[in-house]
C-alpha cells in the first residue's frame, strides 16, 4: 500500500482551508485518511501552516510520499529539511497579535453631552410651529 501526504480540502467555494492528512495514494482528495497531522489556511494574511512535526518524521520515516504542495508546506516549516539532515529555513512570519483600540477617556473625549439628539430636535420644532399655529386665536 502507497501512503501519501495529502491535502484534504474544506470549506466553502472561495474560502478553501486544508487539513494535511496521512491516507492511501488510492483515496480521493477528500475522502478517508489514515491520520490528520496539520493544517493550512491560505486566505490569512500571512497564511497558516501548523504541522505536527514528530508525526510527519515518523510517516516520513516509514516511507509516505509528500505531494507537491505538501512538500513545498514542509520546507517554509523546516521539517523537510530535518528529514533529510539539511540547514534550516529562515523563521516563518507569524501574525501580529491586534492591538487594543484606546479608550474614549484616554483620548480626551469628554462624556458630558448636550442629551439632545439633532433629529428629535427638528421634529419638536415641527411639531411646535403646528401647534402654534393652532393655538393662534382667530378673530371674529
Do not use: C
Amino acid at each position: 500500500m502507497a501512503v501519501k501526504i495529502k491535502l484534504k480540502r474544506l470549506g466553502k467555494i472561495r474560502a478553501p482551508h486544508y487539513r494535511i492528512v496521512v491516507a492511501d495514494s488510492r483515496t480521493r482528495r477528500d475522502g478517508r485518511a489514515i491520520e490528520e497531522i496539520g493544517k493550512y489556511q491560505p486566505t490569512y494574511n500571512p497564511s497558516v501552516m501548523e504541522v505536527d512535526a514528530d508525526r510527519v518524521a515518523y510517516w516520513l520515516g516509514v516511507g509516505a510520499q509528500p505531494t507537491e504542495p505538501v512538500l513545498a508546506i514542509l520546507k517554509k516549516t523546516g521539517d523537510w529539511q530535518k528529514f533529510k539532515g539539511e540547514p534550516a529555513p529562515a523563521p516563518l512570519l507569524v501574525a501580529e497579535p491586534k492591538k487594543a483600540r484606546p479608550l474614549f477617556e484616554a483620548l480626551g473625549g469628554d462624556d458630558s453631552g448636550k442629551g439632545e439628539a439633532i433629529t428629535q430636535k427638528k421634529k419638536a420644532e415641527k411639531k411646535d410651529e403646528a401647534a402654534a399655529e393652532s393655538s393662534e386665536p382667530t378673530e371674529a
